[in-house]
């Protein structure tokens, strides 16, 4: 059996579970310790996943600032900053985004070939495979063995369908945003019965980080 990366979803919500506000738009939680708390988990990772219509909302990816960490990564003779990989069915994505001027490599993860003009903005394509272990077997080969999911709800909804998620990195902010836009699509219904289980998940690390915000972090118990 292949040998598959290990997935590490890094998200910030609100204490009802909303990644934005009810009305939508581009999220605004977490604070300066949850953006550190990012930035390591960026530094760990070989490569971000994110999905088209977050990084259209964004319009750019996350990227590591403190130096200390990208010091670390060029010490290890890694880039400094994680490949950005982009989930995209349709293949609609705006050049102009801030995004395309990030000094991060960008790979695009489509089910079809796409537009030449998109295309030539990225480093690379590669086409996914109709289940994520498939994609995921991939990617491990192309040398991505630690992945940061970034979201959004449709990309950590499909991972989590196929039970492709191993560690949890909630960063709980004090706000209750109310609304559609939970992490998790409200419309799953056929979750896999494995993390139904009280032992799916095992609580790794808990701690405040400051302005009353709570960091947890869990991996996935497949024994």
């Known amino acids: 059996m292949l040998t598959l990366p290990r997935v590490r979803l890094v998200i910030a919500i609100s204490l009802d579970g909303r990644l934005t506000k009810a009305t939508g738009g581009k999220a605004d939680l ?25 990084l ?3 319009q750019s990816t996350c990227l590591i600032h ?12 890694r880039p400094e900053q994680p490949l950005s990989l982009i989930v995209s069915k349709q293949g609609e994505i705006d050049t102009s985004w801030k995004f395309f001027n990030q000094p991060v ?11 030449e003009v998109v295309s030539k903005s990225f480093d690379n394509q590669l086409l996914m495979r109709e289940t994520w272990r498939e994609t995921l077997e991939i990617l491990n080969q192309k040398g991505f063995s630690k992945i940061a999911l970034l979201g959004g709800t449709k990309l950590i ?9 191993d560690e949890l990195q909630l960063t709980f902010v004090p706000r209750i945003l109310s609304g559609e836009y939970s992490w998790t699509s409200i419309k799953m219904n056929n979750l896999p019965i494995e993390l139904t289980s009280k032992n799916a998940w095992i609580l790794e690390d808990m701690k405040e980080i400051g302005g ?7 991996f996935r118990n497949r024994n």
């Open 105 to 115: 490599k960008k790979w695009l993860l489509c089910p079809d070939q796409i537009s």
């Open 56 to 58: 259209q909302m964004h």
């Open 157 to 165: 909804t499909s991972l989590l369908l196929e039970d492709k998620v």
């Open 212 to 218: 009353n915000e709570i960091l947890l972090k869990y």
């Open 30 to 54: 977490g604070g300066a310790a949850d953006q550190k708390a990012l930035e390591e988990a960026l530094a760990w990772s070989d490569a971000t996943l994110m999905g088209r219509t977050t």
């Open 66 to 77: 403190d130096k200390k960490l990208i010091n670390q990564r060029s010490k290890e003779g």
